[in-house]
């Protein structure tokens, strides 16, 4: 009876360190997309920021980028779509702790638009479908 328990208990255990190493597997995967698009397709995501910045921002919001993307999203690139939009929206001299994506400070709230929450949005919805694609489960 004991070596039952024992054993029941050690493949759980090692179950729970399995499913641990395959979360920290998926959010790598999500952390390197962020960095990748931010080093080798800077074109592809410049129009995705601009896109969030056109679909989500009200007259009068500041852009807040994080550090890593202060040579990649300018203020030329936030007037841009300003311009395009007909609203008066501007970059934060500030940067936001987060890493890639945009936050959106506005006068009554704020957008969190960061990739931080929209990766996390993502895996939440597609967490089984993303293990069996890496992990063949």
Known sequence: EFRRVLFRSTNLDCKKLMLSKKREAIDSVFSQVADYMRKKEKDK???????????????GDSVVICEKDKSII??????????????????????GDFDGGIILIGAKFDKNL??????????EENESDLAKILFGD
């Open 45 to 59: 995501y410049i129009s995705l920021i601009k896109r969030m910045i056109e679909l989500n921002a009200d007259d």
């Open 74 to 95: 300018t203020s030329k690139v936030v007037s841009e779509v300003s311009k395009a939009t007909g609203k008066k929206i501007s970059l934060s001299d500030s940067f």
């Open 114 to 123: 960061t990739f931080d929450l929209e990766f996390e949005i993502i895996k």
